[in-house]
């Protein structure tokens, strides 16, 4: 078995390294690859993340059972628009989100390699599973966090023991402190979910549980909320490996749905740009995917074109009425970033993209009990 970082646009590769690392050529993230050959469904075993170890870094894991979270048929909201809908329901896991798929890994990689700290900059969700699961390995956790933030995720982080450095002004400050600080102190390790190939590689244990689920197969479509992006490019890369493998007969098309206050993958989708240009942005509820300049943003846009994929943005009110909608009508209570990803589909289906009787998957990403707004 061999592992290295590599590059999504060059034949450039390195050794797995703790920190993030750029390409010298392309300046875009590298990626984790794992080289394997003859694997088979019949190779899988246990449940949830650590079931499809032989995708992720030959670490020993630091768990709490995240993973294998249910996928869930919709009643009516699948049926009013036409289509067969289901959700994956990803508030199920430790700390309430997809997160934790990505933290589970990240910080079993920092582990092994001797990180005794971890530094990172959230607006809540991956700050809370990053603290999670550094209490767990017994590591020591410091998290920048815009000031603005959800009061109960900032509680929830607190209460995991980390260390919590509140950043006044826009998001991208709060990512600006954490990079200085891990530069100033050398026993403090990056743990970026925006930029690490570890957290990525968690997150493509999305597409394997809903192509297991499925009965190895892929749905038709994926709408995914897109911030930063590393639940999309996870599941695009997790499907592709299976396709890879022959385990699916082909890959879904996976679409960006976007708030459309913070929108910058939508605007170079739609303008034809092979990389976003940074957004002003504007207010929104769901402050999960308010990323006006995601360092993955090349790799989202070329991903899309892999998988045909559609980026929409979502007004306010349609990521409210989503919001409402989905406990009153399927009894699933979500947090607003949720919801981006069910105005999304709405969007996509009136436009003729999602077609009348095709499978589609959304993700719903948080828990409604992580706070409303």
């Not at 990803?90 to 997160?99: D, H």
């Not at 990056?190 to 499925?214: D, K, Q």
């Not at 769901?286 to 991903?303: D, F, N, Q, S």
């Not at 074109?305 to 009153?328: F, T, Y």
């Amino acid at each position: 078995m061999h592992e290295k970082l590599t590059c999504p646009f060059c034949d450039y590769e390195t050794e797995v390294l703790p920190q993030p690392a750029e390409c010298p050529h392309c300046g875009t993230p590298l990626r984790y690859a794992r080289e394997f050959a003859g694997a088979a469904p019949g190779d899988l075993h246990g449940r949830g993340v650590w079931r499809y170890r032989m995708f992720l870094p030959d670490v020993e894991p630091v768990s709490l059972g995240e993973g294998g979270t249910p996928l869930v048929p919709s009643l009516r909201l699948g049926e009013e628009m036409g289509v067969q809908l289901s959700f994956k329901l990803e508030g199920a896991n430790p700390t309430g989100s997809f997160k934790d798929r990505g933290a589970s890994v990240l910080v079993s990689v920092l582990a092994a390699l001797g990180a005794r700290k971890v530094a990172d900059d959230s607006s809540g969700n991956a700050g809370a599973a990053l603290a999670a699961y550094a209490a767990r390995a017994g590591l020591g956790a410091v998290l920048f966090v815009p000031a603005h933030a959800s009061e109960k995720k900032l509680s929830q982080i607190q209460a995991y023991g980390a260390d919590l450095v509140r950043v006044p002004g826009p998001r991208p400050r709060a990512t600006e402190a954490a990079q200085a600080a891990c530069r100033q102190s050398g026993d403090l390790a990056y743990a970026s979910h925006n930029e690490s190939p570890y957290f990525v590689a968690g997150l493509e244990t999305v597409a394997c549980e809903i192509a297991e689920e499925l009965g190895w197969r892929a749905p038709d479509h994926l709408v995914v909320p897109v911030g930063g992006g590393g639940l999309f490019l996870g599941i695009v890369y997790g499907f592709l490996e299976l396709l890879e493998l022959g385990w699916i007969a082909k890959t879904p098309r996976v679409h960006v749905a976007q708030a459309a206050a913070c929108a910058p993958i939508v605007r170079a989708f739609e303008r034809g740009l092979a990389a976003p240009e940074p957004v002003s942005v504007g207010k929104t509820i769901a402050e999960g995917v308010c990323i006006p300049a995601p360092p993955r943003g090349r790799e989202i846009l070329a991903a899309m074109q892999r998988v045909e994929g559609i980026a929409v943005s979502v007004s306010e009110e349609d990521i409210m009425d989503a919001w409402k909608n989905l406990p009153k009508k399927e009894g699933i209570y979500v947090e607003p970033t949720s919801a981006v990803a069910v105005a999304g589909l709405s969007a996509l289906v009136k436009r003729g993209v999602i077609r009348p009787g095709e499978s589609v998957v959304v993700p719903l990403t948080g828990s409604g009990l992580k706070g409303a707004h």
